[in-house]
């Protein structure tokens, strides 16, 4: 509750809407601006609190029940992107890019016969970076883990969701029926399953978020309802997922 009243963002959506308050009494607004404009704000509100965050990211997560007799021949680990330093030397993986891996790491030491690929390479790196940076980092970081580098395969080929599928379609490693275990963010896993299972039949989506205590509505609070800069983010990046989704049809 605390830090819901330190966050700075609900005190500037306080004075918005004390504008919004101000104009409508002195009658500055026309008819249609009334309800258009409380409910913009109303819906900024709430997109910006945990609890419109987690009515948004719900749908998106759909991670799937890995039966005790399936076992994946392959583990492909999305990448979410690394942080570019002054040397290759220095550059590290991005915090959804390193639960990524660690959760992977996870998996395969349930199922070490099976074969972790690490997939995509980060846009805007022409001439920057070698094509295989993020497989690399992700390497290392699984190496040490536990996972021998001669199970380990980079793709630095695809530069999205879209592009990760079709490069493991295109692979040759597999047949539509082969089972694949599908390492990525929580709130990515309904776009990834999309894009995958347009070519795969036979995957397992396996989400890489820290687990939680509880993810049911009784551990909502009054704080849930404050604005939060954290949560304003998160929503954002639902948002661009639901965008996503919606132009994964169009783009095949």
Do not use: C
């Not at 330190?6 to 919004?20: F, K, N």
């Not at 970076?129 to 199970?151: C, I, S, T």
């Amino acid at each position: 509750m605390l830090r819901g009243l330190i966050d700075p963002l609900w005190l500037p959506l306080i004075a918005l809407i004390a504008v919004w308050v101000v104009l409508w009494r002195r009658h500055s607004l026309q008819r249609w601006m009334k309800p258009v404009g409380t409910s913009a704000l109303a819906m900024l509100w709430l997109a910006a609190t945990p609890f419109g965050a987690m009515l948004l990211e719900r749908p998106l997560v759909v991670e799937s029940t890995i039966e005790a007799t399936w076992t994946p021949d392959y583990i492909y680990v999305l990448s979410a992107g690394y942080d570019v330093a002054d040397t290759p030397e220095e550059d590290s993986s991005g915090l959804e890019t390193t639960r990524r891996v660690n959760r992977a790491a996870r998996l395969w030491r349930e199922f070490p016969t099976a074969t972790v690929v690490m997939a995509g390479s980060q846009p805007g790196m022409d001439g920057i970076r070698d094509p295989e940076q993020q497989g690399l980092l992700m390497q290392v970081q699984a190496e040490r883990l536990g996972v021998p580098k001669e199970k380990i395969i980079i793709d630095s080929v695809s530069l999205n969701t879209n592009g990760h599928a079709k490069v493991a379609r295109d692979s040759g490693l597999h047949e539509k029926n082969d089972p694949l275990a599908i390492v990525t963010s929580d709130f990515h896993l309904r776009r990834s399953r999309r894009e995958f299972g347009r070519y795969f039949s036979n995957i397992r989506m396996v989400g890489s978020d820290p687990v939680r205590t509880d993810d049911s509505l009784s551990d909502l609070s009054l704080s849930s309802f404050f604005p939060r800069v954290d949560d304003l983010r998160d929503t954002a990046t639902y948002l661009r997922e639901y965008a996503g989704l919606a132009l994964s049809d169009l783009r095949n």
